[in-house]
């Protein structure tokens, strides 16, 4: 049940993520900026996202609801999500200076990836228990 709730969770966040991401390839020029900074933004507002529906929603169980509590995984969270998001950059850039493919679908591609490896980091590391 919980990983459903998580796939719901990123598919959310993978709609808000191309939804930035096409925003802002509506108004960026720049191939650096299309394939590498546009990406930075529409990770990091669907991290926040994504997040927050984790935090509760998926594992509400395992959390102390307070601002404390709540920052704290979240920094976790966000570190534990940029190692893979480096990788996940590195294959857009690949996918789209390689073949072309337009960035939208790079990102998808990348996404579906580091998905699964998010939910491991996010089921031991950020939400493994109870904070005291």
């Known amino acids: 049940m919980r990983f459903g709730k998580f796939v719901l969770t990123n598919l959310s966040g993978t709609v808000v993520d ?10 960026l020029t720049s191939p650096a900026a299309l394939y590498l900074l546009a990406p930075v933004v529409a990770f990091e507002v669907a991290t926040l996202s994504n997040f927050t529906l984790a ?6 169980e395992r959390v102390e609801p307070s601002w404390r ?3 704290t995984r979240f920094a976790k969270f966000n570190l534990s999500v940029l190692g893979v998001f480096l ?3 590195g ?3 690949v996918l789209g200076f390689s073949f072309g493919l337009p960035v939208v679908v790079c990102n998808l591609i990348a996404l579906s990836v580091s998905g699964l490896v998010n939910f491991g980091a996010a089921d031991r590391l950020v939400f493994g228990s109870k904070m005291p």
């Open 91 to 93: 294959l857009i850039a």
């Open 18 to 27: 191309t939804a930035v991401l096409l925003g802002l390839s509506a108004v």
């Open 87 to 89: 990788a996940r950059l």
């Open 55 to 60: 935090y509760n929603w998926v594992w509400r």
């Open 69 to 71: 509590d709540f920052w």
